[in-house]
């Protein structure tokens, strides 16, 4: 987000029912950036035809219109509720479409969904990793975060038997 210049521009989107209360909590949490109140959310409803192909999207919520929309989900598989998502946020009119996934598996065709969806990144943490040619597929769009740092001193703290809480202490846990 320290990229994105006009952050009162941004909307928090949820691409599903399931996620809604974490892109909730996501956005919620935006007041840890000094944005409160000047931020929207907005979420999708979807309706599947079968596993991993979604039929329809209804868009809820405020105009995306010349937003900066933030996908928020837990894990993306085959990509395709992300990259239809970022299409409808597009044909909305929203400026740009970026999505953070905790955890990207990117089986099948997701890559080459991704490399020609309408998303301008997806920023995803390093909890699967992925072959290279599969990240090289995505054409530039997959940029990692480290969980590394965070792992290594939960551990530390662990072995010490010093408190792990106040790594989570962030309004982002609570």
Do not use: W
Not at 32 to 50: D, I
């Amino acid at each position: 987000m320290k990229n994105i210049e006009d952050k009162s521009n941004i909307c928090i989107v949820s691409p599903d029912e399931g996620a809604i209360k974490r892109c909730k909590t996501f956005h919620s949490n935006i007041e840890y950036h000094g944005l409160k109140n000047k931020v929207s959310l907005a979420s999708f409803s979807k309706e599947r035809k079968e596993a991993n192909q979604v039929e329809s999207m209804e868009l809820n919520g405020g105009s995306v219109k010349d937003k900066i929309c933030i996908i928020v989900d837990d894990m993306t598989d085959t990509s395709g509720t992300l990259t239809k998502a970022a299409s409808e946020l597009k044909a909305k009119g929203a400026k740009e479409v970026y999505a953070f996934v905790t955890h990207g598996i990117f089986s099948g065709p997701a890559a080459d969904r991704i490399k020609n969806s309408d998303l301008t990144k997806i920023v995803c943490t390093d909890s699967m990793k992925i072959d290279q040619a599969t990240f090289d597929a995505m054409g530039g769009k997959l940029v990692y975060v480290s969980l590394d740092l965070l792992i290594a001193e939960l551990i530390r703290r662990s072995i010490n038997n010093e408190s792990t809480e106040e790594l989570f202490e962030l309004p982002i846990y609570k």
